[in-house]
């Protein structure tokens, strides 16, 4: 599965059922300049890891959040790997 | 209870001295300690009347901004009977309810929205843009004990109204010392809940300055804000640090002390925290509105050591059919209402609900014994969701429970059993509609994340929904 394709889906997805306005997914693209809050985040990683079968912030208890859009699509990339 | 003369939070801030070097920060205005407790935040609605006015009155302070809120705060305790602070998150709907039940003779408020809402009180009073000095002297010795109350979340989506007062917000263990003026503390906490409370009085009485945050301020506005006013103390709850550090102006405050609260804490977020401030001292604290503090933990590890429970004498901790309890002077008292729940057992112990374990000599918070999510620090009592549900015509039960979730502690989520009709004719459609159903009636936050279709839900012996696996 292409991961990056399936976090912008999610992205999307979710904006639209939270009613917020999605900022255009680039790579620099600060996460809490896209449009979506904690929870529409939250609702994000809960998805993916159905979705992709993984989720990269329980797995490892130091990892760096990540702060652009790029970050987070190389977060779940490394995670896979 | 008026008990006379007590402290009051003008009294102790000015007690706690160096008022004109201290400063409360607000979004768009600021103020000196010494222009707050000298100065009026109202805008009378008749010319020459003061805030002797609101003697014995019972006020619903409803400001959306925290600096009115710390302003008024300020000027009406030991003036006022009653002081109901009303979160600005709490729909406008609910102002009816918590008037009546407050009793309350006057509402104070900084938005239309609050002062035209159908709120049944009989006067309305306007803050200003920033506190102006007052003409009228005012007597401490006249001050009464002023009731402060609470708001937490209801099982019925109805907020709970707790009782407290200064005394019992502030407790005995706070002390001014000389490096206190050279303090600022903020918080990523709204002052109407018990966490930015906590932090209000404790820059008030020990004398620090303070930032406050504003509902409207986005995150990185904020820490920009908190940065360039020098911040050296800061508290949020886990997702409010999980949310910063997803900032990059999580580089903007460089603090030396950092608290976390009001939601469990996790390994992760501690190490997340500490590896983004090496300079800071990381603690994480037990309290909450009905059961007030409970304790400071600051070895860098989740959970507590058993011996804690023992460690003050003044706060008296229990465990109880696997919850906490604690017993103190700085519980609230009662909750405020005609069919009010019980606060308090037979020996004065608050059930903080919080179910806890023990591994290897150090205790774990593990969730809530009713089943409360804690979604990034605010509650959702599964009934309240699953009723909601159940009004569904396709649903024929539900069962809402946590997801565990790195960003926001938890989420919602249910499992829907659906009539037999509706079942045969595809989930998919269900799962829209239920959402869509709850979208409209929920607050976002109680919306569930994810709707599983199942078979069957657990019934226990008693006839109820089994809601721990």
């Known amino acids: 599965m292409d991961i990056k ?57 130091d990892a760096r959040f990540p702060v652009t859009f790029g970050d987070f699509v190389r977060f779940y990339e490394n995670a896979k790997s | 209870m008026q008990r006379a003369n007590p402290a009051t939070v003008r009294s102790s801030a000015i007690a706690a001295g160096s008022l004109s070097s201290r400063v409360l920060v607000g979004v768009d205005a600021k103020a000196t300690w010494a222009e707050l407790v000298h100065g009026s935040i109202l805008d009378m609605p008749l010319h020459g009347s003061d805030v002797e006015e609101l003697r014995g009155k019972s006020i619903l302070l409803a400001t959306i901004d925290q600096f009115r809120a710390a302003a008024a705060l300020i000027e009406l305790d030991g003036i006022a009977r009653r002081i109901v602070l009303y979160p600005p998150d709490v729909p406008v709907e609910h102002l009816a309810y918590v008037a009546k039940t407050a009793e309350a003779d006057v509402l104070i408020t900084d938005h239309d929205a609050a002062a035209d809402a159908p ?39 109805l907020p709970k109204l707790a009782v407290h007062t200064l005394a019992s917000l502030a407790g005995s263990a706070w002390h001014t010392d000389p490096a ?24 008030a009485l020990t004398g ?32 409010h640090w999980r949310r910063a550090l997803m900032s990059p102006a999580a580089s903007r405050i460089e603090p030396e002390y950092i608290r976390m609260s009001g939601e469990i804490v996790d ?27 409970g304790f400071n933990v600051d070895d860098g590890l989740m959970g507590f050591p058993a011996e804690i429970l023992e460690s003050n004498p003044l706060i008296e901790m229990k465990i109880k059919d696997s919850t906490l309890r604690i017993r103190s002077t700085r519980t609230a008292t009662r909750y405020l209402g005609d ?131």
């Not at chain 1, 394709?5 to 009613?19: L, N, R, T, Y």
């Not at chain 2, 940065?227 to 886990?238: E, F, L």
């Not at chain 2, 390994?267 to 309290?287: D, G, K």
């Open chain 1, 5 to 61: 394709a399936e976090i912008v889906a999610q992205f999307k997805q979710v904006a639209k059922e939270q009613d917020k306005r999605l900022a255009p997914l680039t790579e620099e693209l600060a996460l809490l300049d896209s449009g979506l809050d904690s929870l529409c985040f939250a609702i994000v990683v809960a998805r993916l890891e159905t979705s992709l079968g993984v989720d990269p912030f329980s797995e490892d208890e």
């Open chain 2, 119 to 157: 709120h049944g009180i009989g006067s309305v009073i306007r803050c200003a843009h920033n506190v102006s000095p007052t003409e009228s002297s005012r007597e401490e010795q006249d001050a009464i004990e002023t009731e402060w109350i609470l708001l937490t979340s209801g099982t019925t989506g």
């Open chain 2, 180 to 203: 206190s003026a050279s303090l600022v503390w903020s918080t990523f906490y709204d002052m109407r809940r018990y966490g930015g409370l906590h932090i209000f009085l404790h820059a």
């Open chain 2, 208 to 239: 620090t300055s303070l930032v406050v945050s504003h509902a409207q301020e986005p995150v990185a506005d904020f820490l920009a804000r908190a940065g360039a006013n020098g911040v050296t103390n800061i508290s949020g709850t886990p997702s």
């Open chain 2, 267 to 293: 390994q992760a977020i501690l190490n997340q925290v500490r590896a983004q401030y090496p300079q800071a001292r990381v603690a994480h604290t037990f309290a909450s509105t009905e059961a007030g503090v």
């Open chain 2, 339 to 469: 069919a009010a729940p019980v606060l308090k057992d037979a020996d004065d112990f608050v059930d903080t609900g919080d179910t806890i374990e023990l591994r290897n000599g150090r205790y774990y918070f593990t969730g809530r014994r009713d089943g409360t999510i804690n979604v990034g620090g605010y509650k959702v009592h599964p009934e309240e969701v699953e009723a909601v549900i159940n009004r569904h015509p396709v649903v024929a039960m539900s069962l809402v429970k946590a997801k565990k979730n790195p960003i926001t502690g938890a989420l919602v989520v249910a499992d829907v059993v659906l009539h037999a009709q509706a079942s045969a004719s595809g989930g998919d459609e269900a799962q829209r509609g239920i959402l869509e159903f709850c979208r409209k009636q929920l607050d976002h936050h109680k919306v569930p994340a994810v709707i599983n279709i199942v078979a069957a839900l657990p019934i226990g012996e008693s006839g109820k929904l089994v809601r721990r696996a």
